[in-house]
């Protein structure tokens, strides 16, 4: 968990690294390498690339929609935030996504994760700071949607895992369908630096690093037990904002951090040892 939470980060970089790019170009780059990397797990398996059962297909499509808006706001908001700012907030992602399994998956909202819930979103405020003179509000609330579009894509994969549909192919018809979703805004992309476009396949690589870490962890422990690692990602965040680019969040933000971190560790608690 935390090498996956240090690929995203370093991808994160990269995404800023590569410059005044439009978002949906460094989205399809990226999302590239993911199809790429799909293509050959599900070469991997040798079960073929047999599509999936007809009542899957609406998750599958709502999955890739949510996890393609999602992607498109934490690229959007990492080219106009701080990096570690963009980082907290797509990571309110867990939180959305208890909301999301309410409604979806019908699971009940305990007394401890509704606190959580409300702590997270008192860290978000301050992280977004909602007043009129914040020039940052407009980016923040997309990162902000982007976290929520992130949870919602995450239920609908717990909802196919349940119903037997494999990784792989989910990760496969997701990139599908975001490279596709990027290809009629072809006409308004940017020319490309060799030194650009080798900044966006490392995106692709770091992300697909993000991944294989992610799943290799969820093979050997339960993710109530090792979730809550995935929140280092803020700090590597913000080490390598601070020394790349000279990020300094301010007391706002960091006291949302530690808020939103505190409601996760909460959570992690409550799941683990709470008394029975």
């Known amino acids: 968990m935390l090498l996956a939470a240090f690929c995203f980060s370093c991808m994160n970089v990269c995404v800023r690294v590569a410059g005044d790019l439009p978002t949906v170009q460094k989205s399809f780059f990226r999302n590239l390498v993911s199809l790429l990397a799909a293509l050959v797990l599900l070469a991997r398996e040798g079960k073929g690339f047999r599509p999936a059962e007809r009542k899957n297909w609406p998750l599958l499509l709502g999955r890739a929609f949510f996890g393609t808006v999602g992607l498109l706001a934490n690229f959007y908001t990492v080219d106009h935030l701080l990096l570690s700012d963009a980082s907290m907030l797509n990571k309110m992602s867990p939180f959305f996504a208890v909301i999301a399994s309410r409604f979806l998956l019908k699971e009940k909202?305990?007394?401890?994760?509704?606190?959580?819930?409300?702590?997270?979103?008192?860290?978000?405020?301050?992280?977004?700071?909602?007043?009129?003179?914040?020039?940052?509000?407009?980016?923040?609330?997309?990162?902000?949607?982007?976290?929520?579009?992130?949870?919602?894509?995450?239920?609908?994969?717990?909802?196919?895992?349940?119903?037997?549909?494999?990784?792989?192919?989910?990760?496969?018809?997701?990139?599908?369908?975001?490279?596709?979703?990027?290809?009629?805004?072809?006409?308004?992309?940017?020319?490309?630096?060799?030194?650009?476009?080798?900044?966006?396949?490392?995106?692709?690589?770091?992300?697909?690093?993000?991944?294989?870490?992610?799943?290799?962890?969820?093979?050997?422990?339960?993710?109530?037990?090792?979730?809550?690692?995935?929140?280092?990602?803020?700090?590597?965040?913000?080490?390598?904002?601070?020394?790349?680019?000279?990020?300094?969040?301010?007391?706002?933000?960091?006291?949302?951090?530690?808020?939103?971190?505190?409601?996760?560790?909460?959570?992690?608690?409550?799941?683990n040892y709470r008394p029975h």
């Open 109 to 271: 909202l305990s007394p401890v994760q509704a606190a959580s819930l409300t702590g997270a979103f008192a860290g978000a405020l301050l992280i977004i700071k909602p007043t009129l003179g914040n020039m940052d509000l407009g980016p923040s609330l997309v990162g902000l949607l982007g976290g929520l579009t992130a949870g919602v894509a995450f239920t609908l994969v717990r909802m196919l895992s349940k119903r037997g549909e494999r990784g792989p192919y989910i990760v496969f018809v997701f990139s599908v369908f975001s490279c596709l979703s990027a290809l009629p805004f072809a006409a308004s992309w940017a020319p490309m630096t060799a030194d650009q476009l080798l900044t966006l396949l490392g995106a692709g690589l770091f992300a697909a690093g993000g991944q294989f870490s992610i799943t290799a962890a969820y093979c050997c422990a339960p993710a109530r037990e090792i979730s809550v690692f995935d929140y280092a990602q803020v700090i590597f965040a913000a080490l390598l904002g601070f020394f790349l680019f000279g990020d300094v969040p301010d007391v706002y933000s960091v006291l949302g951090y530690l808020l939103i971190c505190g409601m996760a560790v909460l959570n992690f608690w409550h799941s």
